[in-house]
């Protein structure tokens, strides 16, 4: 079998392997997902008994669904056979499905694609802090697992499911659902009690939902969720969202014209954003408003409610200005703990703020004087990390000898390809800030922490795939076995840093290369700011070995404005994103070409998705002279097409600052007369006609633009997909891809 039809069926060699691990408070189990084998594309929930190292599974996803379809016809001979079947995927509705559960579903598939979530079965699920209870949807349903003894059932509820989450307490039940409909919308929050008895906290008409995340939460600032149990599982700190004021934008997939369009509220950038307000919501009926300036500050970016509690992060409309608050859940008031700022946009750390055992807040934050271009934790204003110190994420908790947990953060020190654990104490003493590093090996470490439990998953150039270790204290408990599929080859991408700005790059040869033959180049780019692609991670090269092998040299270039080296590294792309990109990537190549003489700069071609689709179809359109064919897969063709919170941080208010829009548009620069046909170079655009995300009209208004001017240009419309492209359709382009490739390169 090939690469592409492998990794399609494998799901790029994730399938079988854990994900979504959750360590009890008290480190007694290990709870996470995994599907049953290398194809299987249904994942199970599983736990691991730390005292025994024994693993065992917990709910089987095809086995509840089957059980549901012999209760509802005994006589059904196969469950499989049921529209949705065993392995359908939680958002596939069924044709004879009610309205409810198709908004569920609908729900469902949206939260999916936030969180590229393109697994069946369990999806995701929720336990409480000592992880006694799991609770998980299921084709609507609403199931609770007992990590304890080892119990199933469906729990009854009053519509479809959706992000159910017991309390503190393990007792009660909350869910999002739409009982009665409200127009296609998912907007009530509920809650089950421990004898069944089902209540509506929360619920409004169309346009408004309570206890889920709005698009730019999910999207841009990684808060998934929507609502807060209290510590007591009295009171639910909960999200109201009103879209009301959002334009209607209708997306509809051609390919299946019996199909209605399905119609979704987008921020547009410079339009109005939802409306979101906390409100305390006690379960005997009492309520209460959170407030702060909504008006100044209206993005809600972080919610964490512990013993303390509840902390909250805003930030104001261009993310210049945040404040850390402290919430009084008696009456709603609100206190600043930190201020956030920063000239070009805040950039929080993942996992703060919180509180620190001793009371004072932990933030994250950057800093930036007497020489220092750190990304550093604070409390209380006290630094805790030392400047070198690239802080990525704070993990949680890990017991020390002296009484007081220390914090465990990943990050990099020094090689931005490489992310390792370190041990930061948070009472600073006379020895100083005292961060100690965990993880030997080179490569890129992870890992989930619960009482004096540390699971650790760990990927290196060195070894196919993650492998997940759970250790107590020193001993090592043993791995979560995966049963993931090995990938046919082992790549070694030589890792360099080129020019005067240190920018991270690879190149891959074809595993034949013999030195001394010229090669045509494949630039494999995403370049957009928080995400990089130069990782120390043998999964991250397996698809570009392929394109090696195909007779290329493939190079990636991590340019200015990606995190892993200094915040003014990543921010000097404020305003500018265009030229600082596409210089650091042009000049990249140079430099490599300097050190790798087999790289044919003669002949070059650029492939992206997303960000990387805008940033390879500029690159053809401005530098014609270096890149002589694209393949922009999802571009964002005008940057008034797309999001407000992701666009506006970056490029400001279109109203303010038009002409930023206007360098940065690819419509703009396709208008543009061909001076010269032969530098007129051809791109192949690929886009799926059910993304959500960067909509269609992205590409289909870049290709009304070049075809209006003469530029060679081809369109792969994706019926049904997503930004995404799940399904292995992503993989079974390339093929089509390939042939572009070599017809003009």
């Known amino acids: 079998m090939n690469y592409p039809e492998l990794a399609a069926r494998t799901r790029r060699f994730n399938r079988g392997a854990p994900r979504s691990v959750t360590v009890a408070g008290d480190g007694s189990r290990v709870v996470f997902l995994r599907s049953g084998g290398p194809t299987d594309p249904v994942d199970a929930l599983w736990l691991l008994d730390v005292a025994t190292g024994t693993e065992r599974l917990v709910a089987d996803p095809a086995g509840l669904l089957a059980e549901r379809a012999v209760d509802a016809d005994p006589t059904a001979a196969d469950p499989d056979a049921d529209t949705g079947g065993p392995a359908a995927l939680p958002g596939t509705a069924p044709a004879t499905e009610t309205r409810p559960a198709a908004a569920a579903h609908s729900t469902e598939q949206a939260l999916r694609e936030r969180l590229r979530l393109s697994a069946s079965g369990i999806a995701s699920y929720a336990t409480d802090p000592a992880a006694r209870v799991a609770v998980f949807a299921l084709d609507g349903r609403l199931f609770r697992a007992d990590l304890v003894h080892g119990d199933v059932v469906e729990v009854a509820v009053s519509g479809p499911v959706v992000d159910p989450r017991p309390d503190p307490t393990g007792q009660r039940l909350g869910y999002v659902t739409d009982a009665a409909g409200n127009g296609g919308r998912v907007g009530q929050l509920r809650v089950v009690e421990a004898d069944g008895t089902d209540t509506l906290l929360a619920g409004e008409d169309a346009g408004v939902t309570w206890g889920l995340a709005e698009f730019v939460a999910a999207e841009e600032f990684d808060r998934f969720r929507g609502y807060w149990w209290a510590p007591d599982g009295r009171t639910i700190l909960a999200a109201r969202v009103d879209e009301s004021r959002l334009p209607r934008w209708h997306l509809h997939d051609p390919g299946d014209p019996a199909s209605p369009p399905r119609s979704v509220a987008y921020p547009r950038s410079g339009g109005p954003n939802a409306e979101v307000s906390l409100h305390l919501l006690d379960l005997d009926g009492g309520w209460v408003d959170v407030h702060w300036d909504r008006e100044t500050y209206p993005y809600l970016v972080s919610v964490e409610w512990a013993e303390t509690g509840p902390l909250i992060t805003v930030l104001r409309r261009l993310q210049q200005h945040g404040l850390v608050l402290a919430v009084d859940p008696r009456t709603g008031e609100t206190q600043v703990h930190a201020e956030l700022a920063d000239p070009r946009w805040v950039e929080p750390v993942a996992g703060t703020p919180r509180h620190l055992p001793d009371g004072r807040v932990l933030v994250g934050g950057e800093l930036a004087h007497d020489g220092y271009d750190a990304r550093c934790l604070f409390a209380d204003g006290t630094l805790l990390t030392p400047p070198s110190l690239y802080v990525r994420r704070v993990v949680g908790w890990l017991p020390n000898r002296n009484g007081s947990p220390d914090l465990l953060v990943e990050g990099s020190d020094g090689e931005p390809s490489q992310q390792h654990l370190f041990r930061v104490r948070t009472a600073i003493g006379a020895g100083g800030i005292d961060a100690r590093r965990l993880t030997a090996d080179p490569g890129w470490h992870s890992a989930t922490v619960g009482g004096d439990v540390l699971v650790v998953q760990s990927r290196s150039l060195d070894a196919a795939g993650s492998t997940w270790t759970v250790w107590q204290g020193d001993r090592e408990v043993g791995p979560l076995r995966s049963l993931a599929a090995t990938p046919p080859y082992a790549p070694r991408p030589a890792l360099e840093r080129v020019t005067d700005r240190r920018l991270p790059a690879a190149v891959v040869y074809p595993g034949n290369h013999v030195t001394g033959r010229r090669l045509p180049v494949l630039l494999d780019v995403y370049g957009g700011p928080g995400v990089q692609q130069v990782v120390a991670a043998r999964s991250a090269w397996l698809e570009r070995q392929w394109w090696a092998d195909a007779g290329y040299a493939v190079v990636t270039i991590d340019n200015r404005g990606t995190p892993g080296v200094a915040p003014s590294f990543e921010k000097v792309v404020h305003r500018r994103l265009a030229d600082v990109i596409l210089a650091d990537q042009a000049d990249a190549l140079t430099a490599l070409a300097g050190k790798h003489p087999d790289l044919d700069l003669g002949r070059v071609a650029i492939r992206g998705w997303s960000f990387g689709g805008w940033l390879?179809?500029?690159?053809?359109?401005?530098?014609?002279?270096?890149?002589?064919?694209?393949?922009?897969?999802?571009?964002?063709?005008?940057?008034?097409?797309?999001?407000?919170?992701?666009?506006?941080?970056?490029?400001?208010?279109?109203?303010?600052?038009?002409?930023?829009?206007?360098?940065?548009?690819?419509?703009?620069?396709?208008?543009?007369?061909?001076?010269?046909?032969?530098?007129?170079?051809?791109?192949?655009?690929?886009?799926?006609?059910?993304?959500?995300?960067?909509?269609?009209?992205?590409?289909?208004?870049?290709?009304?633009?070049?075809?209006?001017?003469?530029?060679?240009?081809?369109?792969?419309?994706?019926?049904?997909?997503?930004?995404?492209?799940?399904?292995?359709?992503?993989?079974?382009?390339?093929?089509?891809?390939?042939?572009?490739?070599?017809?003009?390169?």
């Open 616 to 745: 390879a179809a500029l690159a053809v359109l401005r530098r014609p002279d270096l890149f002589r064919c694209a393949i922009a897969g999802a571009p964002v063709t005008d940057w008034t097409l797309y999001d407000t919170a992701y666009t506006e941080r970056y490029l400001g208010m279109p109203a303010d600052s038009p002409e930023v829009y206007a360098h940065h548009s690819l419509l703009e620069l396709a208008a543009e007369p061909v001076r010269d046909p032969e530098e007129a170079r051809p791109i192949l655009l690929v886009h799926g006609l059910a993304d959500d995300n960067v909509v269609a009209a992205h590409t289909l208004r870049l290709s009304a633009a070049l075809l209006a001017t003469g530029r060679p240009h081809s369109v792969v419309p994706l019926t049904g997909a997503t930004h995404m492209a799940a399904g292995g359709t992503a993989e079974r382009l390339l093929a089509l891809e390939l042939h572009f490739l070599r017809q003009y390169l």
